[in-house]
């Protein structure tokens, strides 16, 4: 049985991982390079190099015959999806929650305020040293509706808890209860639209969710609501939204676009009311001691033979 583990991070700099001659593995390091590490065929757990885009992080897959799991240090792993289908049966795909969730909710809540405070319009002042006061939507006594409420969208209603909103609705795949409240379904989401004043959306992409904000979505939110995609770009109808934006209805804070990285010239960038981060929500200086802690524990399990955590995905063959 093979054991070779491809780690996007120098073994020695994970503290509490498995001693590789008692656990009985061997440590490659691969962070994406052009060549790799050892043949992928040996290669029995691999963690997928952060950051480094789709293609990267399914290139060994078609030579990893023998591999069992698959580890992103993302929260979504819809990039991995094109590889998967080349990968014998059984093979566990496991996501990182618990690397990105308190990252990612500060970041939901920073677009939030920067944008109903007003703050790009406060940046380009200071530019230009003009004093340029007034008033500015307040979070407090807002309704929110949050979009996709696992580990990333339960994290950010924690952040919004001290902020005196009106309301908190949640909406997930399935209906639910939660410590906070009911989780309505999917299909409930046009009757929930329009009394949002901040909509949120912390869903992970899949079929489901691809274009789910489309030109329907957009018209049922409320005169002046303010959109926040932390999720992936494709949930959004990019010319859906920049239509509405154009129009001055409505305000968009976003994390991440379709496409992606945004193109210079692209429409989105000047779209009024739209506030745009180059995808930032998980690299932090919280990642690395998270990520550490998850791949040590996923690891130590690994090769006591003991389930793996997070598994978001079995392959079928």
């Known amino acids: 049985m093979t054991t070779d583990v491809w780690l996007p991070f120098a ?7 498995p001693e590789a001659s008692e656990a009985g ?4 390091f691969w962070d994406g390079g052009q060549e790799f590490p050892a043949d992928p065929a040996d290669c029995a757990f691999y963690v997928v190099p952060y950051l480094q885009g789709p293609a990267v992080a399914v290139r060994p897959l078609p030579e990893m015959s023998s591999v069992r799991v698959v580890q992103t240090l993302s ?4 990039q991995m999806d094109a590889g998967l289908k080349c990968l014998r049966p059984g093979v566990r795909l496991c996501n990182a929650r618990g690397v990105h969730e308190a990252s990612t909710a500060e970041l939901a809540l920073a677009l939030i305020l920067a944008s109903l405070r ?3 319009r406060f940046f380009e002042g200071q530019r230009a040293q003009e004093w340029r006061t007034g008033f500015n939507p307040s979070l407090a ?5 949050i979009v996709g409420y696992g580990a990333i969208g339960s994290a950010i209603e924690d952040r919004l808890a001290p902020f005196e909103c009106a309301r908190v609705a949640r909406v997930a795949r399935s209906a639910r209860a939660s410590e906070r409240g009911p989780v309505r379904p999917l299909a409930e989401l046009p009757s929930l639209l329009p009394d949002a004043d901040v909509v949120i959306l912390s869903t992970p992409l899949t079929e489901d969710t691809r274009g789910l904000v489309d030109a329907d979505f957009l018209a ?3 005169d002046g609501a303010l959109l926040v995609n932390v999720a992936r770009g494709p949930v959004v109808d990019t010319k859906a939204l920049i239509a509405e934006l ?3 209805r409505l305000t968009a804070a976003l994390d991440v676009t379709d496409p992606e990285p945004l193109p210079a010239g692209h429409p989105l960038w000047q779209a009024p009311g739209a506030l745009i981060t180059p995808h930032v929500g998980g690299p932090t200086s919280a990642f690395l001691p998270r990520a550490h802690r998850l791949l040590a524990a996923q690891l130590t399990k690994f090769a006591a033979g003991r389930p793996v955590d997070n598994v978001v995905r079995t392959t079928a063959g």
């Open 25 to 28: 593995l061997t440590y490659r």
């Open 118 to 120: 007003g703050f790009p």
């Open 141 to 145: 006594d807002k309704s929110v509706l």
């Open 220 to 222: 049922r939110m409320k």
């Open 75 to 78: 929260a979504g792993v819809d």
């Open 246 to 248: 154009e129009s001055g």
């Open 11 to 17: 073994a020695h700099d994970i503290p509490g991982l």
